[in-house]
């Protein structure tokens, strides 16, 4: 009985090596190695390829997109969270899909449609010229392509959390007389909290890394329009391994950073249950 209750030693361990290899392969061992690379030809070098003019405005851009995209899911994530968990309605089953869109079709496609959608040959190109706006190969739409394929992250990380708090306490304040913000703030927000902080981690993670998408509407013009990843690949193509290298170091401590964050909210979340 208690050999059952503890499970077979040796499965354990097995398990437990066969995940650290995996581990180690998979993910120690290609950080390892930018990291290596990048200071291969010494840290001039290196400190040359981060200050670069170029690798500073693809840093910039890559905040400057990551905190848009956000900012927008974690107002539409919240809305779309409230609505569909908290309301009945025609049509909910059809909303939660499309939301679930950005996940299921290819980064590359996507950057296709708002090419055709934004670009010269769509019919509403006059009337974004006639207004002075350019999307296609411009910031805007290195901004509008990051925030369609992080659409889903924070919504997906509240709706569930929601709909297990069901709606029990928020129509009891209703009923001693609280408002609708009084309410989201007092009760419903508290029970959230950990899941919409760990989905805006998620969202951030995800943009900062973003290619596909941004590859095809960005131009990849060179400090203009390129993030860091675009920025990266340039310079792998022209065959400067250490710059490029040493510029993947910026996202590769970035993800570390992130992924530190992830792990303190998960920590404090277990810690407050």
């Not at 437990?16 to 291969?40: E, G, K, M």
């Not at 025609?90 to 290819?106: C, H, N, Q, R």
């Not at 010229?129 to 509008?144: D, W």
Request: glycine share 6%; hydrophobic share 55%.
């Amino acid at each position: 009985m208690d050999n059952d209750k503890k499970g077979n030693p040796i499965v354990k361990w097995l398990l437990i090596a066969l995940s650290f290899i995996f581990v180690v392969l998979f993910l120690v061992l290609p950080l390892v190695t930018v990291i290596t690379q990048s200071l291969r030809s010494g840290f001039e070098t290196y400190k040359k390829a981060v200050t670069d003019s170029y690798t500073v405005k693809a840093t910039v851009l890559t905040i400057e997109a990551t905190v848009s995209a956000v900012a927008f899911n974690t107002i539409f994530g919240i809305f779309a969270a409230w609505l569909i968990t908290k309301f009945k309605f025609k049509g909910k089953k059809f909303l939660t899909a499309l939301i679930d869109v950005p996940v299921t079709i290819s980064p590359v496609i996507a950057g296709l449609i708002f090419l055709l959608t934004f670009g010269r040959q769509s019919v509403i190109y006059p009337y974004l010229q006639s207004m002075g706006l350019k999307i296609v190969f411009a910031v805007p739409g290195v901004v509008l392509a990051t925030i369609f394929v992080t659409f889903p992250f924070i919504s997906r990380e509240l709706i569930p959390v929601l709909e297990t708090q069901g709606t029990d306490e928020e129509e009891a304040a209703a009923l001693m007389g609280a408002k609708g913000f009084t309410i989201f703030r007092r009760i419903t927000f508290p029970h959230i909290k950990w899941a919409f902080l760990y989905g805006i981690v998620l969202c951030t993670a995800r943009a900062m890394g973003e290619f596909g998408a941004v590859s095809v509407l960005s131009g990849h013009l060179r400090g203009k329009t390129n993030t860091l990843p675009l920025h990266v690949e340039i310079l792998f193509n022209e065959f400067q391994y250490v710059p490029a290298f040493a510029v993947s170091s910026i996202l590769v401590m970035m993800a570390v950073i992130v992924l530190a964050i992830r792990s303190i909210l998960e920590y404090r979340g277990k810690k407050a249950e």
